[in-house]
């Protein structure tokens, strides 16, 4: 299967926090790690962000983005990932006074050898900040232009609500003429009008999160008909309380309803899991089939922007995978 919804700075697991924070002489505000585990009960997205923004200072050096890095595509590929897309978040790494050289190398400075070392084909993706300026954005993404940095597309994150994809109309505009590909958060916190917005004003190739889309019965209809990629992330939604519990999650609905879902892990290393660990719960929960399984992991290669040989290359593999299952 492929990630396609993975921001990098949430596979940063607490005890690399520490180890990192020790490397480079950080004083943490935590006295150990129970400490700073017993702040990972969320209450709703914000509450999330403030100690995922709060625990990136520890990432100072290219080193630091590549040994991040390389333990997720480790632990992705352990999983069952053969392709992932990587989104990574400058801005929260430049206005802390980390270069943008350095954030970018590092991270794409463990990608580059992942198919070798670990069979995990990727991509990356700079993420802007939607709670800070358009222009803001626009200048970073001139920066990474203008160094050639080795990035496939543009999304969208953060704070979703009041900050709707009609702020950065100008953004995708400038990415779509730099032959970037284009996705955006929306729909998660935010409501259904924002995954409309993202598609017709932004021009999105694919939509993360997008669970609110169930509130609207047209767009449902819409995203059916033109197969409109939605990266969706069970264990995220649960722990940001998009959703009460597992049990009531819209994936079985989503999937009823025709809409072209994946499963993702969103940022595993806050949320409780990675992408096979909520396959995992799926299965124990909401009673997944193995052949709906497939049909996730077949979304998700189709949906990624990897190239015609190798998404067949990975569907061939789904298909054995799940002859097996059947024969099991
Ligand atoms: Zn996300």
């Not at 050289?101 to 990356?124: D, H, P, R």
């Not at 009609?166 to 916190?189: D, M, N, P, T, W």
């Not at 694919?206 to 767009?219: F, K, N, Q, S, V």
Request: charged fraction near 25%.
């Amino acid at each position: 299967m492929a990630e396609l919804h993975l921001h990098i700075e949430g596979t940063l697991q607490p005890e690399l926090i520490f180890a990192l924070a020790e490397r480079n002489g950080i004083e943490l505000p935590y006295a150990d790690l129970d400490e700073l585990r017993s702040r990972y009960e969320f209450t709703d997205l914000q509450s999330f962000l403030d100690l995922y923004y709060a625990n990136m200072a520890v990432l100072r050096t290219e080193q630091d983005f590549a040994d991040m890095t390389r333990d997720y595509l480790a632990r992705a590929s352990a999983g069952g990932v053969r392709h992932v897309e990587v989104m990574m978040d400058p801005q929260a790494h430049v206005s802390r006074g980390v270069p943008l050289e350095t954030c970018v190398n590092g991270v794409a400075s463990a990608l580059a050898t992942s198919e070798e070392e670990f069979g995990v084909s990727t991509l990356l993706i700079a993420a802007f900040l939607r709670d800070l300026p358009e222009d803001d954005a626009l200048e970073v993404l001139e920066q990474l232009l203008a160094m050639n940095a080795p990035i496939a597309g543009i999304g969208l994150d953060s704070a979703e609500v009041g900050n709707p994809p009609s702020k950065f109309v100008r953004l995708y505009q400038r990415a779509a003429e730099a032959g970037l590909h284009r996705i955006a958060h929306a729909g998660e916190e935010g409501p259904a009008s924002y995954i409309t917005d993202s598609l017709d004003l932004l021009g999105v190739e694919r939509i993360d999160h997008g669970i609110r889309c169930m509130e609207d019965a047209a767009l449902v209809e819409r995203l059916a008909n033109e197969q409109v990629p939605l990266t969706v992330c069970p264990l995220s939604n649960v722990r940001l309380r998009a959703v009460d519990t597992l049990a009531d999650h819209p994936l079985p609905a989503m999937l009823s309803a025709g809409l072209n879902v994946s499963v993702n892990s969103d940022d595993p290393a806050y949320f409780g899991g990675y992408v096979d660990d909520n396959f995992v719960q799926l299965r124990a929960v909401l009673g997944l089939t193995a052949a709906e399984q497939s049909r996730l992991a077949a979304n998700s290669i189709r949906s990624s922007f990897a190239s015609d040989a190798r998404k067949a290359e990975l569907l061939g593999e789904v298909r054995a995978w799940e002859a097996a299952a059947a024969e099991a």
